[in-house]
């Protein structure tokens, strides 16, 4: 599989959270459109399909990521 490189990746989630915020107040359909494109290229980019899995895979092939897996803490 093709990895994207971090910087596209990081520009991808910038967008993306830039986009979300605004279409909560704005809700156009350019915006609905550009926020449909961006999930899509965002899971395209990390090899899944969903936006919340895409995010958390793109923001772990940044750098700095954790490398440690953190996703069950112990009680």
Do not use: F, K, W
């Not at 596209?8 to 550009?34: F, K, T």
């Not at 926020?35 to 990390?46: A, F, K, Q």
């Amino acid at each position: 599989m093709l990895m994207a490189h971090p910087v596209v990746l990081r520009n991808l989630i910038e967008q993306y959270d830039a986009l979300r915020v605004l279409s909560a107040e704005d809700g156009s359909p350019q915006a609905r459109r550009r926020m449909d494109d961006l999930v899509y290229t965002l899971c395209v980019s990390t090899g899944t399909g969903d936006i919340d899995t895409a995010l958390v895979a793109a923001r772990n092939r940044l750098p700095g990521a954790r490398t440690e897996d953190d996703s069950v803490l112990s009680a």
